[in-house]
């Protein structure tokens, strides 16, 4: 029997929150053009996902992944960090 492969979503973004446990709250940003008057939007979702290690930190560049549900507002997971934070 043959196993079905299927690729998760992921998406990129920015993380706004780390205060919560093995939690980041990440924005993703996208840009839309109106239906109408063809003006580029910027419209913005904040997602929380799953971060086993506590690793991230706000301001980092996340990619993150759809996954089963861990809690009641987490069904995504951090898959990599590609860009850290400027130490203040």
């Known amino acids: 029997m043959s196993e079905l492969k299927t690729s998760s ?33 910027t419209k913005s979702t904040k997602i929380k996902a799953h971060d086993e290690t506590n690793d991230a930190n706000t301001g980092d560049l996340v990619t993150i992944a759809e996954c089963r549900p861990v809690s009641k507002d987490k069904s995504w997971k951090l898959v990599n960090i590609d860009e850290r934070a400027a130490a203040e």
Request: charge should be positive; hydrophobic fraction near 35%.
């Open 9 to 41: 979503r992921t998406l990129t973004g920015r993380i706004v929150s780390d205060k919560m446990d093995k939690t980041i709250t990440v924005m993703i940003e996208r840009r839309v053009k109106h239906p109408v008057y063809g003006k580029i939007l």
